[in-house]
């Protein structure tokens, strides 16, 4: 397949910080992290052979490329004694654990999901640049979807694998609200980006 070289040059980048982090979790025995690089590598090669149908913006790979760093850094780095994803950036409540890095990456990343989502139906729409009140509820709907596939995930492993920093009920839900949060970013950006294109 031929792909541009700015697309090569992702490809090659997120291998590389895929064999990194590997060697890290297979170092560190985190057997949890092991099963979610099996998952990106899935999502990666599906991404990059989808690239000829889909055509991804260069600005869409490269969002990608950063949720699936934080996404493992956020698993695999400690910092004071405990993985990232535990690490509270603002506390904002008393009463719950937020914002932790766990959520900021959920919002990004589900950001970044429901921009793909616009991507895949663009070719379907007769108006792709008007970003409408019904079209940003399917893709808020598809982004929020992608979210509990990715929740699904998480409760494979926690069930598969013994010692998960998955979390419970609250998390699962703080991590829902951070994935529509996130589609509902998206839906802003999509309508700044096409504001003078209607």
């Avoid at 985190?30 to 990106?40: K, L």
Wanted: include cysteine; proline fraction near 2%.
């Amino acid at each position: 397949m031929n792909l541009p070289k700015q697309v090569q040059l992702l490809l090659g980048l997120n291998i590389l910080s895929l064999i990194i982090f590997t060697m890290i979790a297979l170092t560190s025995g985190n057997i949890e992290f092991i099963f979610y690089i099996a998952v990106m590598l899935f999502f990666l090669s599906a991404l990059f052979f989808s690239y000829k149908y889909v055509q991804y913006p260069n600005y869409l790979l490269w969002f990608l490329s950063l949720w699936g760093l934080l996404h493992m850094a956020g698993g695999l780095l400690i910092i004071r004694g405990s993985v990232l994803y535990n690490l509270m950036l603002i506390s904002l409540s008393e009463t719950y654990s937020v914002l932790k890095y766990d959520q900021f990456v959920h919002i990004f990343g589900f950001f970044t999901a429901t921009l793909v989502m616009y991507v895949i139906l663009r070719p379907l729409l007769k108006k792709p640049k008007h970003i409408g009140w019904a079209l940003s509820i399917i893709l808020v709907a598809a982004g929020s979807g992608a979210g509990a596939w990715n929740e699904i995930i998480e409760f494979i492993a926690s069930e598969a694998i013994e010692g998960t920093n998955v979390g419970g009920y609250l998390n699962t839900s703080l991590d829902t609200i951070s994935n529509l949060l996130g589609g509902l970013l998206a839906i802003a950006f999509l309508k700044y980006i096409c504001r003078d294109k209607k």
